[in-house]
């Protein structure tokens, strides 16, 4: 395992250890890399809204984890700046979603981050765009 790879591994074992809302959300991560994350979350019937279906807040929150993984992958203190997200289809009680992050751009400090979510017969749920702000401090020595 190179350097690069192990940092991200030990920066995704970091945070998760402490993010005691993707665990409770029953968050799994599935692989992680330099600038990349791949998320999944079973549908639960306590996260279904009014309409039966999979509450957005609750797609958004899949997606803002992988995007987090993926954005503090090389080791600095990183935080959200901003985001958004485009509802494509709606997640099903049952379901497996998959939220898979990859970094778009980074210089600086800043980030730009692009996050599929889909279901577990691959279609489209979610698109969602992160923009990430490093602060000072690392989060994982090399």
């Known amino acids: 395992m190179d350097q690069r790879q192990k940092i991200a591994q030990l920066a995704a074992d970091k945070l998760y250890r402490t993010d005691r809302a993707s665990q409770m959300l029953g968050m799994t991560i599935e692989s992680?890399?330099?600038g990349s994350a791949r998320v999944t979350m079973r549908v639960?019937?306590?996260m279904a809204n009014g309409h039966g279906i999979c509450h957005g807040g609750l797609i958004f929150a899949l997606a803002d984890s992988a995007f987090a993984f993926a954005c503090n992958s090389h080791g600095d203190n990183t935080f959200?700046?901003?985001a958004a997200i485009e509802f494509l289809a709606p997640g099903r009680v049952g379901e497996l979603l998959t939220a898979s992050a990859s970094e778009r751009w980074r210089a600086g400090r800043a980030g730009i981050y692009e996050i599929e979510?889909?279901?577990d017969?691959?279609?489209?749920i979610a698109l969602f765009r992160g923009r990430s702000h490093q602060v000072a401090g690392r989060l994982v020595d090399e």
């Open 80 to 82: 959200a700046a901003g």
């Open 121 to 124: 017969r691959g279609e489209p």
């Open 117 to 119: 979510v889909r279901n």
């Open 32 to 34: 992680v890399a330099p």
């Open 44 to 46: 639960r019937p306590d």
